[in-house]
């Protein structure tokens, strides 16, 4: 089995920074592209960040120059530093990873159970 565990949310004021984590663990082979999701009360879950093995990165436009995600593929883990902070990033934060299981030959995408940002005005 695999799990993403995600760490580091929590409630900052407008302007203000937050680092998440997220760790996967358990029989894994390899790990492809990895991301960051947000869902905000009565929308849909959309895309923040990806990052591939490689490095190559891409943002959603509403957090380009404020988010940065970056990932240590010798501990599986992503990381997304969060500045400037305002009210409508307020969503839980979800990570995603493309894992290929040990002892199986395809890719498959696992989620975290998503950590919780709020943002005061």
């Known amino acids: 089995q695999v799990q993403l565990v995600e760490s580091g949310g929590g409630l900052v004021q407008s302007g203000g920074s937050l680092r998440l984590s997220c760790a996967a663990s358990?029989?894994?082979?390899?790990?492809?592209?990895m991301g960051w999701y947000r869902q905000a009360p009565g929308k849909q879950r959309e895309l923040v960040a990806t990052?591939?093995?490689?490095?190559?990165?891409n943002y959603a436009d509403s957090v380009k120059g404020r988010f940065t995600i970056s990932r240590d593929n010798a501990q599986n883990m992503v990381f997304l530093q969060m500045t400037s902070l305002k009210p409508e990033d307020t969503a839980v934060y979800y990570c995603?990873?493309?894992?290929?299981?040990?002892?199986?030959?395809?890719?498959?995408?696992?989620w975290g159970q998503g950590t919780q940002v709020t943002v005061s005005s």
């Open positions: 995603n990873a493309d894992i290929i299981r040990r002892g199986f030959y395809i890719t498959s995408r696992y």
């Open positions: 990052i591939t093995s490689g490095g190559r990165t």
């Open positions: 358990g029989s894994i082979f390899r790990i492809d592209d």
